[in-house]
Structures are given as C-alpha cells and as structure tokens.
C-alpha cells in the first residue's frame, strides 16, 4: 500500500518518519501524479489556511478533495483536521476544506501559541499507556455526525475522531515519537477500508 503524506507546508517529515517505523513506505506527494498513485493519504499539521491556498494554486484542491470523498482512507493531524472538516468555525474569509469528516471544527479553539499544551490522552482504540498528546494553536471538534465515532475528548470537547475511512486528531502524534496513532491509522482504518473494497 502506498502511504501518500501532503507536502504543500507542514510537519511532514516527522509524519513520513512515524510511517515508516511502523513498516509503510511512505512518501512526500505534491504533483498530480504523486496524487493520484497513492493507496492512503496523511494530511499534516502545519496552517490550514496555507495548505489550503496551496492546494488550491497548484491545482490540487479538487483532486485531494475527490480522493477524499471516494474513500481513500485519510488521517488528517491538527491543520489535517481543519482540512477535513465539512465546516470549520473561525476560519479565515474564503478558507476551504477537503471535506469528507462530518464534523464542525473550531479553529485555533484552545487558544493561541502561548496556550500551547501537552497532556495524557485517553484514547478509544489505543492500548494503554495513555497518549501523550501535543496541542500547538489546536482545533476542538464542536459536533460530530451521527456516524462519527469519538475516540478522545478534552473537557468535553471531542480532540480524536474516526468517520469510517477518516481519522483525525486535534494534536500532533508525529511529534512525539509514539507511533501509535499512526499504527492504529495503517493497522484498522487502512485495513478496513481494504478489506471492504476488496
Ligand atoms: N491553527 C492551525 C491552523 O489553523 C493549526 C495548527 C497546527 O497544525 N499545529 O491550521
């Protein structure tokens, strides 16, 4: 299965890197070609509104978009999860998404850099111990739809969710060295997917 990670702006190194020491042969895409020839797509943390202006400039926006919505399984990480999102509060004027995650997402939610935090994570799918989870100007999630599962929340506010092919989270899980997000990510939602397609 090729592993695809979006390289217009973002910590993609650091998701290529988590990929591959969990087996996959992942690769940085940025051309059409390269888009249209992966199995799994990684959407990295970074800024949403550049990513999407990007995608947007070198023609991409639709493709990622249709690709996306045709059930190629996604994991999108923080500005990830913004692009994914069907709506997205406090985005700035003309900010568009991907789509295909039946969420509203709330921008920059938890604060800005300053509030920056770290913290354990109790997350569904994920053994123990609990994760620990990187927030860096993060989005929450203020409601899912009806089959979107939660896996994680803080204070009430779901950070962590699967919408069948689609996992998203609000933190970043390649910056820490913990591979299990992106584990969980090749290991049951790829594998899914793959095995409902076949
Ligand atoms: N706040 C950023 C955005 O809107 C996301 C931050 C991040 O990915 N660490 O894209």
């Given amino acids: 299965m090729k592993v695809g990670v979006l390289a217009l702006q973002g910590d993609v190194r650091e998701h290529i890197l988590a990929l591959n020491e969990c087996g996959a042969s992942a690769q940085a895409v940025k051309t059409h070609d390269e888009i249209s020839s992966i199995d799994a797509l990684v959407i990295p943390g970074g800024e949403s509104t ?59 939610a938890f604060g800005r850099q300053v509030d920056s935090f770290e913290m354990d994570l109790e997350i569904k799918g994920i053994s123990s111990p609990k994760f620990r989870a990187i927030f ?33 989270t609000s933190f970043h899980p390649e910056l820490t060295g913990d591979n299990r997000i992106h584990r969980y990510f090749l290991d049951v939602v790829c594998k899914e997917v793959a095995k409902v397609s076949a």
């Fill in 50 to 108: 550049t990513i999407s202006k990007l995608a947007r400039s070198f023609n991409l926006f639709e493709l990622i978009s249709n690709r996306i919505l045709n059930g190629m399984p996604t994991y999108g990480s923080c500005a990830g999860l913004i692009l994914l999102a069907n709506k997205v509060e406090d985005a700035i004027v003309g900010q568009e998404s991907f789509g295909g995650l039946d969420v509203v997402a709330r921008r920059n």
């Fill in 136 to 168: 860096i100007r993060a989005p929450w999630i203020e409601s899912v739809g009806t089959k979107v599962e939660v896996l994680a929340q803080v204070d009430g506010r779901a950070v962590a969710v699967r919408d069948g092919h689609i996992l998203a």
